[in-house]
């Protein structure tokens, strides 16, 4: 991800950023390596104003707007699948207070929900409604935010302190490291369904397994070739980077439970992942990266 955050003549702040595929298998499966633009404007006090979004690929087409006028957002979402077929979708949602912009895992936003904590988060814990611009179903999100003791950084031979935070979403947990209120970067986890190969549905309606190497823990929970996964953790599964994208930022400690379709039936099953930790670098500040020394 690559972003710009400014403030505007007009005094409101201005956050773009463009995200780009850097693995061949990503760029394969969307056709580019360009995935999509977002562009944020808000006040000076974080108060949304706009939301623009795009994204162009062989996988289809999404533009989402929204413009907010006291405190109503007016959303509108136009999408194409790679079969050409097009939907669009319009509703308005009553914004209480300063509704931070989350969409999922992204460096930007972080960085917005970083001024939120140092400017007007008064307590060491607090729930927060997010807003999701780009889902129409549910727009509004909690986000249940905790300060955590501060970690020490090691990058090259300089080390610092680093406030920590932790953020978690429904469908993945973050702790935020920031120094003087300037994000530096963040520590997650990834999580896969080892041992399984998925690939698209024709009809879009899920990811279909097409191999389950023996002894896996998707093998132990029961799942098999030929079932067709049509939920994660209760959320729908058009295709297989549905699936993926779902499964990569659940908690590798807990067990996942996904909803499949086997040929007349629909079951569920609950199956371990395989996780390894994700720590992410602004990499402006640090060219070669970081190592958090214990904490985190």
């Given at each position: 991800?690559?972003?710009?955050f400014?403030?505007?003549?007009?005094?409101?702040?201005e956050?773009?950023?463009?995200?780009?595929?850097?693995?061949?298998?990503?760029?394969?499966?969307?056709?580019?390596?360009?995935?999509?633009t977002?562009?944020?404007?808000?006040?000076?006090?974080?108060a949304?104003?706009?939301?623009?979004?795009?994204?162009?690929?062989?996988?289809?087409?999404?533009?989402?707007?929204?413009?907010?006028?006291?405190q109503?957002?007016?959303?509108?979402?136009?999408?194409?699948?790679?079969?050409?077929k097009?939907?669009?979708?319009?509703?308005?949602?009553?914004?209480?207070?300063?509704?931070?912009?989350?969409?999922?895992?992204?460096?930007?936003?972080?960085?917005?929900l970083?001024?939120?904590?140092?400017?007007?988060?008064?307590?060491?814990?607090?729930?927060?409604?997010a807003?999701?611009?780009?889902?129409?179903?549910?727009?509004?999100?909690k986000?249940?935010?905790?300060?955590?003791?501060?970690?020490?950084?090691?990058?090259?031979?300089?080390?610092?302190?680093?406030?920590?935070?932790?953020?978690?979403?429904?469908?993945?947990?973050?702790?935020l490291?920031s120094?003087?209120?300037?994000?530096?970067?963040?520590v997650?986890?990834?999580?896969?369904?080892?041992?399984?190969?998925?690939?698209d549905?024709?009809?879009r309606?899920?990811?279909?397994?097409?191999?389950?190497?023996p002894g896996?823990?998707?093998?132990?929970?029961?799942?098999r070739?030929?079932?067709?996964?049509?939920?994660?953790?209760?959320?729908?599964?058009?295709?297989?980077?549905?699936?993926?994208?779902?499964?990569?930022?659940?908690?590798?400690?807990?067990?996942?439970?996904?909803?499949?379709?086997?040929?007349?039936q629909?079951?569920?099953?609950?199956?371990?992942?395989?996780?390894?930790?994700?720590?992410?670098?602004?990499?402006?500040?640090f060219?070669?990266?970081?190592?958090?020394v214990?904490?985190?």
């Amino acid at each position: 991800e690559n972003f710009s955050f400014n403030q505007l003549k007009d005094g409101n702040l201005e956050l773009t950023s463009d995200f780009k595929a850097t693995s061949q298998e990503l760029i394969a499966d969307f056709g580019t390596d360009k995935l999509f633009t977002q562009k944020i404007v808000l006040t000076s006090g974080l108060a949304l104003i706009s939301y623009a979004l795009d994204s162009e690929t062989q996988r289809g087409t999404i533009k989402a707007r929204v413009s907010v006028q006291d405190q109503v957002a007016s959303m509108s979402v136009e999408t194409t699948d790679p079969n050409g077929k097009k939907t669009s979708g319009e509703r308005d949602v009553i914004l209480e207070g300063n509704n931070i912009v989350t969409t999922g895992l992204s460096a930007s936003q972080f960085i917005l929900l970083q001024k939120y904590i140092d400017t007007q988060m008064t307590t060491d814990q607090v729930t927060l409604l997010a807003f999701n611009p780009i889902n129409l179903d549910k727009p509004l999100v909690k986000l249940k935010v905790l300060k955590l003791s501060p970690v020490t950084l090691q990058a090259g031979k300089e080390t610092l302190q680093a406030q920590r935070v932790r953020v978690e979403r429904e469908n993945f947990q973050v702790q935020l490291l920031s120094e003087k209120g300037q994000l530096l970067g963040f520590v997650s986890s990834t999580a896969s369904l080892a041992g399984v190969t998925l690939e698209d549905t024709p009809d879009r309606s899920g990811a279909l397994v097409k191999a389950v190497v023996p002894g896996s823990f998707a093998d132990q929970a029961g799942l098999r070739t030929g079932d067709v996964i049509t939920q994660v953790a209760g959320h729908e599964v058009q295709d297989r980077f549905d699936a993926q994208n779902l499964i990569r930022f659940q908690d590798p400690s807990q067990p996942l439970t996904l909803t499949i379709r086997r040929g007349n039936q629909t079951l569920q099953i609950k199956v371990k992942l395989s996780g390894s930790n994700l720590t992410a670098y602004r990499q402006d500040l640090f060219p070669d990266g970081f190592t958090v020394v214990g904490g985190a």
